[in-house]
Structure formats: structure tokens, C-alpha cells
């Protein structure tokens, strides 16, 4: 069976750190695991509730669980008949997770105005916002290929986390430093270029690993 469970960057971050092949155990507060059964609904939590508060960001990640194992679990509908979930007591996640097939993957991301993202504290992406670690790697998929290359190895979790980010920001404003003190306005076809550069790269540096393919509404 799909399911799709909506998460925050933190969570995300921390499925991504396993491999994007667990969810994190849940913390005292939080009995409940609740996978939901439908993109429809999860893109509502992630769109509607997780990109008003925390990191302004709400991503819907889907994967696959045994049949037979799900069987024990009765869906619960919480609204109308989209609202659709499961209930997983929090002390057999670990239990769940090992019934996960393939791996998770993100299929919708969403970002409040203000959304920042992960700050990395290494390498040229240091100290810099989703936007600014953009036009850094655009800046060096000009000058130096060799730099893009490893600021995407380096921190491939910022990459991961922003990618759907960059896909959907509007960039028409922003423009990226060159040599000789010139600069490159962000056009879309720009932006796009750059994107199938960090993808490239990607595909050879973590084949196992799949950026986010996010839907469009």
C-alpha cells in the first residue's frame, strides 16, 4: 500500500539522514505516528499547517508498506472521507519502519514566505540561506565547476532540502556575482539551467539517493 505522511524540514532532515528509508522515533509528547492515505490530504497538512510556523516548509513524503502488515491497523477518518489515516503507537515505529519498501521519496514541497531553510555550517554554503546557497552554486557553476561539484557533495543535505525550494522560487530579482566584478541577472531559463546542473551532478555523486520530484497543483 502508498501511503504519504506530510512533514516539516527538521523531520525531513532527519529521513534523509537514515537513508530515506525511516521516520524518526517521536518524541515524548507524540503517542501517534499518523501516515495518511492520500496525496490530497497530506498536501493539505504540509500546504496549510506546516508552512505557517516552525521552518515555514511542508513536504509530502509517499512510500510503500506490506499489505500484510498494514492489515492490522484500521484507517481512521478524522473529517470527510479525503481525511483518511492510519494510527501507529509511537513504540512501534521502529517496527513500522522495518516494513517500508524502496525508499521514501518527496512528492510535493511547499514554503511559507519567509522560509529560510537549513543552514549549513561548512564550506561556501556556510552561514547562508536557501536563496544565497543558490546563487553561490550558480556563481560556481560559472566560474568553477570543480567548486560546484563539491559544494553539492559537501552539503548535499541543504541541496536535498532546497532543491523543490529553487525549482518553484522566483529568482527574477536576484542576480549572481562573476569574475571581473560583472554580474548575471537569475532568469528562469537560468535558474533552470543550473537546476539540470545540480540534478547531473547529483545523479553521479548519489545515484541511490533521488532529489525531490515534486508535483505541481
Not at 513536504?59 to 506490506?66: A, H
Not at 483518511?84 to 514566505?113: K, M, R
Not at 537549513?118 to 540561506?129: A, E, L, T, V
Request: hydrophobic share 40%.
Amino acid at each position: 500500500m502508498k501511503l504519504y505522511r506530510p512533514v516539516g524540514l527538521e523531520e525531513l532532515r532527519l529521513i534523509y539522514e537514515s537513508g530515506m528509508c525511516r521516520f524518526p522515533p517521536r518524541l515524548p509528547e507524540q503517542p501517534i505516528f499518523y501516515p495518511v492515505l492520500n496525496f490530497a490530504y497530506a498536501e493539505q497538512i504540509a500546504r496549510g499547517w506546516n508552512t505557517k510556523s516552525g521552518s515555514l516548509a511542508g513536504y509530502v513524503t509517499e512510500f510503500n508498506v506490506e499489505d500484510v502488515y498494514l492489515a492490522r491497523f484500521e484507517p481512521h477518518i478524522v473529517g470527510s472521507r479525503q481525511h483518511e489515516e492510519l494510527w501507529i503507537p509511537a513504540e512501534q515505529l521502529e517496527e513500522f519502519n522495518e516494513h517500508i519498501t524502496g525508499c521514501i521519496t518527496v512528492s510535493g514541497a511547499y514554503f511559507g514566505q519567509n522560509f529560510k531553510g537549513y543552514i549549513p555550517d561548512k564550506f561556501g554554503m556556510k552561514g547562508r540561506d536557501a536563496v544565497a546557497q543558490f546563487i553561490l552554486l550558480g556563481s560556481s557553476y560559472h566560474y568553477s565547476p570543480m567548486d560546484f561539484w563539491c559544494e553539492i557533495r559537501t552539503n548535499n543535505l541543504a541541496v536535498f532540502l532546497h532543491y523543490p525550494f529553487w525549482q518553484q522560487h522566483d529568482f527574477s530579482n536576484e542576480s549572481m556575482p562573476l569574475s571581473n566584478n560583472q554580474w548575471l541577472a537569475v532568469t528562469n531559463a537560468l535558474r533552470d539551467t543550473i537546476l539540470e546542473a545540480i540534478r547531473t551532478v547529483w545523479s553521479t555523486k548519489f545515484p541511490q539517493l533521488q532529489l525531490p520530484e515534486v508535483r505541481r497543483s
